[in-house]
Structure formats: structure tokens, C-alpha cells
């Protein structure tokens, strides 16, 4: 999904989380402020076209992921009201052999709903959790005529569950004299249950808060950002970003997914949303 940082700094201090019964699919909570857009993943078949388009093909290759993003109904579906992320051990379209036989999708909302701060963005989500896995609900940055340049359009990773370790809060961005340089600020927590969570950020122009479950988890401040010398503007609402979900086949963060490892996997998306705060 990306490249392996070159400056990482832990903001603050993790958490630890006590893991609780796996459970099924929670009641939806409702906004605290105006809901601005969401999906409910009520309708089955394809994501709905107006919110959502998919990244196919060889992303993260260069960061050493193993699998190849496709829209095929096998790896991207909406039904049982959810939308489901499935990544296999198969033969790919473009035919890779082991350990690059895998399939997944990139499911992203760019040039069809985004978010900007000060804004909530949300989704409640049952997260796979295996080694060489790296399933994410996540921003990219819309920067005018930068919009696939990384890190300077900025990364805010709501939530990554790195092969079995629990929960992990990032961002990514530009350093303040290098806009090629990717600086990494975050934390993260304990490994949860394996049933549904509601993920979620709070951003504001100087600072984001992570929760889980409607507790704050892990803060990161413009202040400390730009203390591991980040530059904090792709944070600071100058542009929007866009969400992407996925489910990643190992990387250089996670390691390789080992062979014994059973396939087919899944992340389930019962729901996101974006409102005010």
C-alpha cells in the first residue's frame, strides 16, 4: 500500500485494548453532527458507482505486496449488507506465479466523495487478521495536480491491522524541506476482537484524533508532527482526501504472507460515514 517509511516517530505513548467476544454486526450509531455522505451497503452487487471505483492492477508492488487489485465480483461484492473484500490465492490476471499469485481489490471513493477537515470520517468494519495480511480503511490527499504523488498529498491510515497485531494509527506525509521524503507518525493498540468495530477519526486542522469504538485511542498534533519534521499542510484542510479500503498481501511492513496461511480472506464493511463534528 506504501513504501516503507524513511523518518518514523511514534506521537504518543500506545494503548492497550482488552479484546472482547466476537459479535455480529453492531446497530449503526447514529451522527453527532450533519451527515455530509455515507453508505449503508444495503443494495447487493457492485459498490454503488456514484461513491466508489476500484484501483486495479500492481499497487503497492513497490512497497513488495503480492497481490493483484481487481473489480471482479470474487474479490470486491456488496451483499448481506456489507461490502466485502476478499483477497485469494489464485492465479492473477497478469499471471504472476507464487509468491505473487494473489488477488484482492482496491476499493476508493477519488473524483467521487471526499472529506476534509474539520471533519469525522467513520466506518464500522470486521477486519481480517493474518500473518503477511495487511487489510486497511484509509485517505489519500487530492492535492490540485498532485493527486498521486506520494507522500506529498498526505495519508491518514483510520485503521490498519498489520498481519496479527492489533490496531495501527498513521499518518504519512512530506518532510518540510523534502516533499518526496515520507515522515510516519502514529501508534497503535492491543489486538481486538474479531468481530466488528466502529474505526474512526476526528480532523481537525491541527490535529487528529483516533478512536475505536468510541474511545479515543491515539492523538497526533500539527505541533508534533512538525517536531519529527513533517509538514502538516496536506492535514490541515488545504485539500480533500479521498477513502480507500483494502486488504494488501504482504509488504515489507508485514512480511511475506507464508504459504501455510489459508485463503480466501476477508474484510467485511458493514458501513462508513463522514459528517461534521
Known sequence: MKTTSIFCAMLMASAVVVAVPAHA??????????????????????????????????????????????????????????????????????????????????????????????VRIEASIKMPSAQGLLPAFWTLGMEPGNEYSWPRQGEIDIVEIPGLNGPSFNVHGPAQNNPNQDIKGGSGIGPVSSGYHTYRIDWLPDKITWYVDGIARFTGTKAQYEGIGGNWNPFSGAWPHYLLFNVAVGNDWVGKTPTSQPYPQTMNVDWVRVSTI
Not at 500492481?58 to 466485502?84: H, K, P
Open 25 to 118: 454486526a453492531p446497530a449503526r450509531t447514529q451522527a453527532s453532527g450533519t451527515v455530509l455522505w455515507e453508505d449503508q451497503f444495503n443494495i447487493n452487487g457492485a459498490p454503488d458507482s456514484t461513491k466508489w471505483g476500484f484501483q486495479t492492477g500492481r499497487w503497492g508492488a513497490a512497497a513488495g505486496e503480492q497481490q493483484y487489485y481487481t473489480s471482479a465480483a470474487s474479490n470486491v461484492a456488496v451483499s448481506g449488507g456489507s461490502l466485502n473484500i476478499t483477497a485469494r490465492r489464485e492465479n492473477p490476471p497478469d499471471a504472476k506465479p507464487a509468491p505473487n499469485n494473489f488477488t484482492s481489490a482496491r476499493v476508493v471513493s477519488m473524483y467521487k466523495q471526499t472529506a476534509k477537515a474539520p
